[in-house]
């Protein structure tokens, strides 16, 4: 931090109230008005920063950036008959692999329990610390951040970016802008590929990939997400979240009093002056020396002075770079802090803020975290308990029975069993509440007709087959019920309710 001198902001992406002229209503135009329904964006370069928040940032970037890149690359043994990757959205055969958790169609409830949960943990995150998740880990704020590095490294920081942009187009500036935009095509094209590996096995996809082998859908896929990270990650950056994402909207109707934000302390830091004015007006003048720097690094290009906005993702870069003008100029720190709005009265007041981890602990955060945990348990205890074994019964309509030329009545069936181990298994297919009844398969003779059926069912599948079921004339109709039982230790079971038709 050298210049701690006062002056202006560079840049600013928030709007101005003044871009809209209006005029009352009732009255005719005394001329034309000139509407702006788009603002033009206002270049944004954040100076570099460095402080505890900016390394939580570097830390949860790479965590973020590492799970997404490395996942589809691990491996996990499901045995011959699965895939050994260890997250796989095989929509081919229709599962969803997660480590040791296997997802089938039906069992898609499961697949909304986390969504559900997911949404309810931005509720626990955002009643409890604001809008963290924008500030911190939205793959938007991530991307965006990598984009403003990858800016640093080519351009310089924030001054040297600002006279790059105002400078005429020369051989130099020419050669760094595309090199830096082909450093922004390379993220944006790992970024797409990295996406289509969760929905193939990743070595042989890029085998196939490099050698024009793969599915157009592939190509398809990294071309437009290489296209859309670039351009919401390297271009249009905080007008994503400022004008485009729905989230800050939400979010500011479940702020209230008790939730921590990004606060300017304005009862200390006005009124704003240089060190040399407050020296000799020490009475007059607050903390803040107009320095400046909040704005220079502030990723949106907002002045958090100007009080809560829906530009603010909370990222405390701002906080950063304050402490460390404070630090300089030997005040104390947190003129710029997460605060909660009944803190900053209680402070403003003269009394002590309470410790940050009480403005956690309020009930509705604790209200949400419960509705939270609940469908978490409830989904452990689905997954637990869930059997691997499943068997429907489809009965034909038409006709409802068939008479025999022996004068018994033959029902007929469609069956489906499906096996969700990753190993073939016999299963012991049963009629229970028909004692005279007996079936056989399409796959058999009736003289093999049995009450009991041994079904070979194949690893992780499902499989459909014509059942019928013969009884003597003089029976009644009859309810019964197929019953399916895996011949292996765990002896699943499962049962579904069928009907027995015979003439009246
Ligand atoms: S709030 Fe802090 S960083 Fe911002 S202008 Fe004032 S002194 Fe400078
Ligand atoms: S005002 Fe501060 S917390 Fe808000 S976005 Fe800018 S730097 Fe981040």
Redesign the pocket.
Known sequence: MNNLETRPPESSAAATPEDLTRHDPTEPPQHEVPLNLYEKRKGVFPQKIDGKFRRFKWLVMLITLGIYYITPWLRWDRGPYAPDQAVLIDLAHRRFYMFGIEIWPHEFYFVAGLLIMAGIGLFVVTSAVGRAWC?YSCPQTVWTDLFQHVDRLIDGDRNAQIRLAKAPLSPSKFFRRTFKYAIYLFIGFWTGGAWIMYFADAPTLVRDFWSGEAAPTAYITVAVLTLTTVGLGGFMREQVCIYMCPWPRIQSAMLDEKSLL?TYKDWRGEKRGSVKKAAKNPETYGDCIDCHQ?VA????????REGPQV?????????D?CDRVMAEVGRPRGL?DYATLEDCEREAAGEEPRPVWKTLLHPRTIAYFSIWAAIGLGLLFALGNRDHTDISVAQDRNPPYVMLSDGSVRNAYTVKLRNMESRPRDMRIALEGLPQGVMWTDAMGREDAASTLIQRMPADATQAFRVYVVQPADVAKDEFTFTVTSLDKQAETDSNEARFNAPE
């Open positions: 500030g990004v909040c690094v502030c990723p949106t290009g907002i002045d958090i530009g603010c993702i909370t990222c405390a870069l701002c906080i770079a710029i």
